[in-house]
Nanobody, 119 residues
Framework: QVQLVESGGGLVQAGGSLRLSCAAS????????MGWYRQAPGKQRELVAS???????NYADSVKGRFTISRDNVKNTVYLQMNSLKPEDTAVYYC?????????????WGQGTQVTVSS
């Protein structure tokens, strides 16, 4: 069964921190590169951080130095630690494989978790 369940979002003031979690089914997670994506209102979904099975990480310039992605290969879980949050980080955050998991002719996505940063 294919499953991605994101959690940990919320409302936080600028400068604050949040930690997102994503529980993935083994069929998706095992050995694959994982990523955190976000979609702000009126904007396209973008990849903000990714981590390979080896642990190598990459970040979008907009979050570099503030966000940290990590994974627990025993729990099939990927995390995103977000520090020094800015109002422009407000978005729905999703985790997925990198590139996104394909289900038939569509990309599969979980429900996401809302992050709202107030100024």
């Amino acid at each position: 069964q294919v499953q991605l369940v994101e959690s940990g979002g919320g409302l936080v003031q600028a400068g604050g921190s949040l930690r997102l979690s994503c529980a993935a089914s083994l069929s998706i997670f095992s050995g694959r590169a994982m990523g955190w994506y976000r979609q702000a209102p009126g904007k396209q979904r973008e990849l903000v951080a990714s981590i390979r099975g080896s642990g190598t990480t990459n970040y979008a310039d907009s979050v570099k130095g503030r966000f940290t992605i990590s994974r627990d290969n025993v729990k099939n879980t990927v995390y995103l630690q977000m520090n020094s949050l800015k109002p422009e980080d407000t978005a729905v955050y999703y985790c997925n494989t990198n590139p996104p998991w394909r289900s038939g002719s569509y990309d599969y996505w979980g429900q996401g978790t809302q992050v709202t940063v107030s100024s």
